[in-house]
């Protein structure tokens, strides 16, 4: 059974940051490719950004560009989203996703339960 456990949500003030982190066990998840989306209240849940394994290739949403940073650290299982620059409108819950390969990060296929960034203006 795949288990994502995010961490490092919180409150911040707009122009912030904040570090999450998802730690990730269980069969299947060598060389599988790691995510992070968000859901915020009302819309739907969407794609942030995304990891291949060996961390050579890495995918954002247009917004985030330039702002978040995604990372790996296989030695932990644990992939990171470092997120400066914050504002208001990335308030949402995070939720960390796997899927077998950068290529389909999309449409992942093991979730965590999220975490909450709130963002303040």
């Known amino acids: 059974q795949v288990q994502l456990v995010e961490s490092g949500g919180g409150a911040v003030q707009a122009g912030g940051s904040l570090r999450l982190s998802c730690a990730a066990s269980?069969?299947?998840?060598?060389?599988?490719?790691m995510g992070w989306f968000r859901q915020a209240p009302g819309k739907e849940r969407e794609f942030v950004a995304g990891?291949?394994?060996?961390?050579?290739?890495?995918s954002y949403e247009d917004s985030v560009k330039g702002r978040f940073t995604i990372s790996r650290d296989n030695a932990k299982n644990t992939v990171y989203l470092q997120m400066n620059s914050l504002k208001p409108e990335d308030t949402a819950v995070y939720y960390c996703?796997?899927?077998?390969?950068?290529?389909?990060?999309?449409?992942?296929?093991?979730w965590g339960q999220g975490t909450q960034v709130t963002v303040s203006s």
């Open positions: 996703a796997t899927a077998p390969s950068i290529l389909v990060i999309t449409t992942p296929n093991y």
């Open positions: 269980g069969p299947g998840l060598n060389y599988a490719a």
């Open positions: 990891i291949s394994w060996g961390g050579g290739r890495t």
